[in-house]
Every structure is written in C-alpha cells, then in structure tokens.
C-alpha cells in the first residue's frame, strides 16, 4: 500500500523478443542443420526455428535410382519433416524472395496460382540446394526427364514401363520398337552411372513379361563430356566401371558433348542422331536462380562464405551444401564438393556456429575430411574408394547398401529399406504403371506446383500418344 492508501502498480519487465532463425531449405545440408539446432537448443523458448522447404519430407537422394528401378517403393526413401522435427516450426513452400538486408524471406505456396507470406529473421541459414543445368539450351530443358527430385525418380519409372507397353504392341514395326526401347543418360557422374544401371537392369528385368520386345532390341546408352567415368574416384576405378557397364550391355560413349535433344532423339557432335523418346539428364547442376540476385560475392554461382559457413559482409547469414562455395581447411582452401557427404557435416558445424551466435559467441571453422565415395553401376555390383583403398565388384555393392542404410535418418525408414531390398531380392521386378497414360492426360495442370506442371509437360511431350 502507498502513504495515501492507494494500491501501488507493480512494474514487471517484459520478456525479451524470441530469437528468429530460419533455414531455408529442407534437403541434407537444412534437415541436419534444423535436426541438430533442435537438439542443441533442446526445449528452449527464447528462440524460434522455423523450416522452409518446397517439399514436406526429408528425401536421401542417394536412393533416387532404386526408385526409379522398381527396388524401392518412393515411400521408403522420404520422411516428413514434421516427424523429423517435431519442435520446430515447419512452412511448406518455395522461397521466392530473400532481402538480406531487411532481413525478410518471402515464401510462396502453391506454384503460379498461390499465395505468399512474409517471415522475418534474425539469423538465417541458406541451403537452398542445386537445380539442374541444362547450359542454356533449351532442347534438353525441353525433352529430357532430370534425377534430382522423388517425382523425377516417379516419372523415370513410370517412362520406362510404359514405354515396355507401347513397344510390345503387336502392330510397331521393328526399326520403330527399337527407337521406343532406346534410352539415354547424359552424364557418367554418379547419377549418370547409378541411373543407366538402374534402367538396364529394370529393363531386361521386365522383359519377361513383354513376349514382342527380344533383348536384342532394347539399347541403353551413357553419353559422357569427360575422358572417364565416375572421375571422382579416379582414373583406374572410373576406367573398372566403364568395362563393367560394357560387360552388362550399356553402350558408353565417353569425351562425347551432347550438341542437342530433340523430339527426334539425341543429336551428338558428329550430326548422329540416336533416335530415342526417353533421354535422362544427370550433366550437371547449377545453384538456384535466386541466388544471382542477392548482392553477395559468388564462385561459379555459389555463394561465396569463409571457413565458418558465413556470407561476409552479413552477419547472421550462413550458406552451405550445394549452393555455397564453402572452404576446405584441409584441403587448402579449394572449395568442397557438392555431396551430400560435405552437406551433411557442414550443417551439424552451422548448427553448433548458430547457437554460438545466440551466445554471442564466433563459430568454428567447418573441418571435415571425405572418408570416401561408393557408386552401384547395375547388376549388384558396384565400386568404391573409402580412406584410400579400393573395392569393386559385389563386395562394393554390398558395401553401398550397408553404409547408406545407416545413413538413413531414423529407424523406420531403416526398416522399410531393407525390406524393400529383400523383397526385392525374392521375386522380380514390378512393372506396374504409377500413372497411367489417361490419367496423365486428364491432370488438371492450373492446380499442380510449378515444379510438377514441369515434369508433367515433360512426359507428355515425351509421350505423344499412338493409334492402332
């Protein structure tokens, strides 16, 4: 009570205003950022996560050709991200601004025909991952089906059977059913390799159930700009790999540019033409287009960060996996690999420089030494580099199987892996159709994301439908 009787107002102090952080993007390098940020920041509630990524689930792309092969459902190589991260606020939808000096992200939902909010930050992590390069030409953007997303894997899949189907039909003369069951992959990096693999082996796998299509019909081809194979694990191994797919039926054609696709086929240097209507485009990826507008310095596109994953010149900014050109300490400075083995670990040191941040505290420098690389090249063989020695052949296999199983991020998606593959093992390929040719064409493609209306587009034109 005060002199005059009257209750005295207590004064209480408001709490300080929640930390904001943002990751944007949802693939290895934001999941395992955002995965050991909540576990770093445990059930603190003076900062807030939030998530940004187009899709809803976490995908281990290194499984994206057994996918597309039939050996795993798409199911068993996702997992929601809400379930991942159960504690951090998650919003589905594609970055379509980011104003690093405002601090302020805009995020659309729904493709053309959506809507779209604003989040502000106080710190911000970008891993915005990679998108394929086409190299400015528009034939391949136009009739080829890319390897980078689970729809991508769906479609590939969904291509294959139904080109089996049109090519078994009783009236397609031969030359035209060898055209139907030709199939291209440009590019002999590990997606190139693993998906002619993986399209060999569904192919002659399935063929069984086509009685008209003979194995002599069916040709696979893998077209590649560089001298070998696979050149991040070395001449020798690239040059294992490339005997080994010969062996297995797949015609390689290595030092080989691709000068254009056509709805014809694919058109190479010398004014051949490989008449084809399935082409695959595993040549190279390219950063985000938003990234050409933020005003940092960039390497090859990549934005350029210092050993710490920081955008110099904005604090609170981090970048990281396939979009940033990130240092390697240990390898003088040159500029890591985009892997998935690299994005992995840089987000476990974002994530660790993010809460020193917090604390007002400098980060650490990101360290990390490969320990090796492994690839499938079809017929359960495989090869590998790991601490500098090598393996091939079935071994390898088994050894790429093992390793990325435990890689998977939590124990359910173990589970339906290695029940995928032994189902697999037991009976043969499924040939089922994941979308059929009618409902294809009944899509309404206004109500699709943009990415989906794409790829949509992209089968169509690869379909163009025959009468009999």
């Known amino acids: 009570m005060g002199a005059d009787g009257k209750s005295e107002g207590l004064c209480v102090d408001a709490p300080p205003p929640r930390k904001r952080v943002l990751i944007l993007g949802g693939g290895f390098a934001g999941m395992y950022a955002a995965l050991h940020l909540e576990r770093l920041l445990g059930k603190r509630d003076d900062v807030e996560v939030t998530l940004v990524s187009r899709d809803n689930f976490f995908l281990f792309t290194p499984m994206l050709h057994e996918v597309a092969a039939s050996d795993l459902n ?5 997992i929601s991200l809400r379930k991942l991260l159960p504690r951090m606020t998650f919003v589905e939808g594609d970055v379509s601004g980011l104003d690093l000096e405002s601090k302020r992200v805009t995020v659309a939902h729904g493709g053309l025909d959506g809507h779209s909010h604003t989040l502000e930050y106080d710190f911000v992590v970008l891993a915005m991952g990679s998108e394929t390069n086409f190299f400015g030409k528009p034939g391949p953007r136009d009739y080829t089906l890319t390897m980078k997303t689970l729809g991508d894997a769906m479609l590939l899949r969904n291509c294959l059977v139904d080109r089996l189907e049109e090519a078994d039909a009783d009236c397609i003369a031969t030359g035209a059913r060898n055209a139907i069951v030709t199939f291209v992959v440009v590019g002999g990096g590990f997606a190139g390799v693993e998906t002619a ?23 696979v081809m893998l077209v590649h700009g560089g001298k070998e194979v696979l050149p991040e694990l070395g001449e020798d191994l690239g040059a294992y790999t490339r005997k080994k797919l010969i062996e297995h039926g797949i015609e390689v054609r290595t030092g080989v540019h691709v000068r254009d696709v056509t709805a014809a086929g694919v058109e190479l240097p010398d004014g051949t033409v490989v008449p084809t209507k399935t082409v695959v485009w595993t040549a190279g990826v390219t950063p985000p287009s938003l990234l050409c507008t933020l005003p940092c310095e960039k390497e090859r596109g990549r934005l350029k960060v210092n050993e710490r994953m920081e955008v110099p010149g904005f604090p609170g900014v981090w970048a990281l996996g396939d979009c ?16 998935a083995q690299h994005a992995l670990r840089q987000g476990v040191t974002v994530a660790r420089n993010v809460c020193a941040a917090l604390k007002g505290q400098p980060g650490k420098p990101f360290r990390y030494r490969m320990l090796g690389q492994l690839a499938t090249i079809g017929q359960r063989s495989g090869v590998a580099r790991i601490l500098g020695l090598k393996f091939s052949g079935t071994f390898a296999w088994v050894l790429w199987r093992t390793i990325y199983l435990f890689k998977l991020p939590k124990l359910e998606t173990k589970v339906r892996v290695a029940m995928g593959w032994t189902l697999d093992l037991l009976f043969r390929k499924d040939v089922v159709q994941l979308i059929g040719p009618r409902e294809l064409d009944q899509l309404t493609l206004p109500a699709l994301p943009l990415n989906s209306r794409q790829q949509v587009r992209q089968v169509q034109a690869l379909h163009p439908r025959t009468q009999h």
Do not use: E, M
């Not at 390697?328 to 985009?338: E, R």
């Open 197 to 219: 693999g993986a399209i060999n082996d569904f192919i002659h796998g399935a063929l069984p159930f086509y009685p008209n299509i003979q194995h002599a019909n069916v040709r």
């Open 324 to 339: 940033a050109s990130v240092p390697d300490v240990t390898n003088g400075g040159k500029p890591c690999p985009p892997t």
């Open 74 to 78: 798409a199911t068993a190589i996702v």
